[in-house]
């Protein structure tokens, strides 16, 4: 029986057999040039590191999760490119955790030294070879930190600038490579700054401590303390905080305070926490427009749900919800949820989605033709309107920046030829209208159908920068003096053709209204030498056009029944979808809840004051201020009402709160009513 026993007990304490595996392949962000707790862990070179595989294998232990085997393989200086060719045999064994860290600025698009196709292909690479001996392995990307000495004389202005940079390439491989997710471990470094509980390198706020060295590049002690604690919190799912801080622990060994360990323990913990880096935004459409909501959460492993008003929506299961032609029962709140494989869940903020009621509008002017002929349009034009013009009739031509009629910047719209003209024409009418100057009818770019000038058969504008959910019209005047027939066929965006009859043409101009932009925000406008029977011209034209941007927007009526998700068929303002006896209207203009009964038939107060005057007193709501007029009136029979300065007295009148006097005093045995009228402005 002994022996039994004996064979029983080893069987039980021997660990290795079951232990979680976790490989960390980096360079000096990795191993930190620091050999705490070497011996713990296995260094696949033979070199002795400990850094942060070390000191997360500390954690580990602290935290009771005495059975995971740490190894680390990390060389300084080098990419995930350099380990996947000169180290892939030490790689290629069977894990259950795979760090990748790649060079601090190969993930980055916005800097000379980044190189992020190679950055993807090595993460792929370096995946697919330790997936080939575990499937069930799950690769985790090191995010590392933003460096001072890049801020702000380097590549960028700040470190929040850099670590964006960062952040979007190594949450896009993540995602794209379907990942175990990344480990925010810069994103915890900028939390530590924005708290006060570190400082930047150089910088020299009342307490904190830096995390990085004094090359203001690597991390020093308490960066890498940082660094293990959101890996103990990113593979091992548990709580940082409870880590302990005092005697023997990794904290004393690395020297960071009690202090400051608790608050860089708190970091790792809110840093880890599964949260959303990218908010749903909400939007304003016009009926029939396109909807895109996205949503990203700061952790790839994970599925997404949207809802609408509260109920899930069908098959809507991506970070992206696209609603391709919005209707009046798609207006409401949405908003996703996101839930861990290993059940932590998390929502995001809740977006509106408002059917416009009306637009904003802004017009811009462009005459086509060539400055060098004499013809361009001057700024203001007489009649006070400020023209923009192109003059380079070939591909590339462009516009880096549009003035609006009123002579502001458009602050996003720019303007290229995407394909080229035949070239410029002088022969336009020599003529002024009382909205168009010579100038801008005078020249014009052609295009060449059966003609001899040139070869083009089309030539295209290409407007970018443009809002995807606004609608464009545009006015074309297109003419040749003292020719025949030459019709122009243009097109704009996705609406049917307009033709023009060019030759000999005064006045005459085409409208395509109500154009969508894609969803980048370009819009194309296409001339061509056809007519509406698609006969092929001798040449077509295109002297000026006129812009006009229509930007979808809601009145506040609209945009609180959007966020109170009034069922279809109830949003009317005079509806009463709970019952209650007030309208939407009077419940929109008090503040009340129109799906549940909370008295919003009346003011609050109605009182007498000290002279025998009625007094009415009423809380508004703060959103309908500017779309709603209140009226309060006196009666002494319920029929005849009035209102006015000469039968009241208004004592308070704020966006929300309202405050009026009878002037009439109440007389012994009489009677005296008030009531407040609202309508929509």
């Given at each position: 029986m002994k022996s039994i026993w004996s064979l029983l007990l080893a069987l039980i304490v021997a660990p290795s057999a079951?232990?979680?595996?976790?490989?960390?392949?980096?360079?000096?962000?990795?191993?930190?040039?620091?050999?705490?707790?070497?011996?713990?862990?296995?260094?696949?070179?033979?070199?002795?590191?400990?850094?942060?595989?070390?000191?997360?294998?500390?954690?580990?232990?602290?935290?009771?999760?005495?059975?995971?085997?740490?190894?680390?393989?990390?060389?300084?200086?080098?990419?995930?490119?350099?380990?996947?060719?000169?180290?892939?045999?030490?790689?290629?064994?069977?894990?259950?955790?795979?760090?990748?860290?790649?060079?601090?600025?190969?993930?980055?698009?916005?800097?000379?030294?980044?190189?992020?196709?190679?950055?993807?292909?090595?993460?792929?690479?370096?995946?697919?070879?330790?997936?080939?001996?575990?499937?069930?392995?799950?690769?985790?990307?090191?995010?590392?930190?933003?460096?001072?000495?890049?801020?702000?004389?380097?590549?960028?202005?700040?470190?929040?600038?850099?670590?964006?940079?960062l952040l979007e390439n190594y949450a896009a491989a993540a995602e794209d490579f379907a990942l175990h997710g990344w480990a925010p471990v810069g994103e915890a470094f900028l939390r530590a700054l924005d708290q006060g509980v570190a400082h930047a390198p150089g910088s020299a706020p009342p307490g904190g401590v830096t995390l990085w060295g004094g090359d203001n590049y690597h991390a020093n002690n308490h960066g890498l303390y940082l660094s293990a604690l959101v890996f103990y919190a990113r593979i091992l799912r548990a709580d940082p905080r409870q880590l302990p801080r005092g005697a023997d622990s990794a904290a004393v060994a690395l020297g960071v305070g009690a202090t400051v360990a608790e608050q860089l323990q708190r970091i790792a913990w809110e840093a880890t926490r599964l949260g959303f880096l990218e908010q749903p935004r909400p939007g304003v459409v016009f009926p029939g427009g396109a909807v895109r909501f996205v949503a990203r959460a700061n952790d790839s492993n994970v599925n997404y749900q949207w809802s609408r008003n509260g109920a899930p929506i069908p098959a809507a299961s991506g970070r992206v919800l696209d609603i391709p032609s919005a209707q009046a029962t798609d207006a409401g709140l949405y908003r996703v949820r996101a839930t861990h494989r290993l059940g932590e869940a998390a929502d995001s903020a809740a977006a509106t989605l408002t059917l416009a009621t009306g637009a904003v509008s802004r017009t811009w002017l462009i005459d086509l033709g060539s400055a060098s002929a004499g013809y361009p349009t001057t700024s203001p034009a007489a009649d006070g309107r400020h023209w923009n013009n192109l003059s380079t009739a070939t591909a590339g031509g462009s516009l880096a920046s549009l003035l609006l009629a009123d002579g502001t910047p458009h602050p996003t719209a720019t303007l290229q030829v995407a394909s080229s003209f035949s070239g410029v024409n002088f022969d336009g009418p020599n003529t002024a209208t009382s909205s168009e100057p010579a100038t801008a009818r005078r020249d014009s770019f052609f295009v060449t159908g059966t003609g001899s000038v040139g070869n083009q058969k089309a030539g295209v504008l290409r407007f970018s920068g443009l809002d995807p959910n606004a609608r464009y019209d545009g006015t074309i005047f297109a003419a040749r003096a003292n020719v025949g027939t030459r019709f122009t066929r243009f097109t704009w965006g996705a609406l049917p053709p307009a033709f023009l009859q060019a030759g000999g043409n005064s006045s005459a101009t085409a409208t395509l209204s109500g154009a969508a932009p894609a969803a980048n925000g370009s819009l194309s406008l296409s001339v061509e030498p056809f007519d509406a029977a698609g006969v092929e011209q001798e040449y077509g034209y295109l002297n000026y056009v006129t812009v006009t941007e229509r930007q979808p927007t809601a009145d506040a009526y609209a945009v609180w029944t959007s966020r109170r998700m009034l069922p279809a068929g109830a949003s009317d303002p005079l509806d009463d979808p709970d019952g209650d006896g007030a309208p939407n209207l009077l419940e929109f203009a008090l503040g009340r809840n129109p799906l549940a009964i909370d008295g919003a038939g009346s003011c609050p107060v109605a009182i007498m004051d000290a002279e025998g005057r009625l007094v009415i007193d009423c809380l508004l709501a703060e959103e309908a201020a500017g779309s709603v007029r209140y009226v309060v009136e006196f009666s002494d029979d319920l029929v005849s009402w009035v209102s006015g300065p000469e039968h009241s007295l208004i004592k308070i009148a704020t966006p929300t709160r309202l405050r009026v006097r009878d002037l009439v005093p109440m007389t012994a045995g009489g009677r005296r009513f008030a009531r407040l009228r609202v309508e929509l402005r």
């Open positions: 079951f232990a979680t595996k976790v490989l960390f392949v980096g360079n000096s962000f990795t191993h930190g040039g620091n050999p705490y707790n070497a011996a713990r862990i296995t260094d696949l070179n033979g070199n002795g590191h400990g850094g942060v595989p070390g000191i997360f294998k500390k954690l580990a232990d602290e935290g009771g999760f005495t059975d995971v085997a740490v190894s680390i393989e990390a060389v300084s200086g080098q990419t995930l490119q350099y380990h996947f060719a000169n180290k892939r045999a030490l790689i290629d064994a069977e894990w259950d955790y795979v760090v990748l860290q790649d060079h601090s600025l190969r993930p980055l698009t916005r800097h000379s030294s980044g190189n992020v196709p190679l950055f993807r292909q090595s993460v792929r690479d370096l995946a697919s070879l330790v997936e080939a001996r575990n499937p069930a392995v799950r690769v985790i990307l090191y995010e590392t930190w933003a460096r001072p000495d890049q801020v702000p004389s380097g590549a960028y202005p700040t470190l929040r600038a850099m670590q964006d940079d």
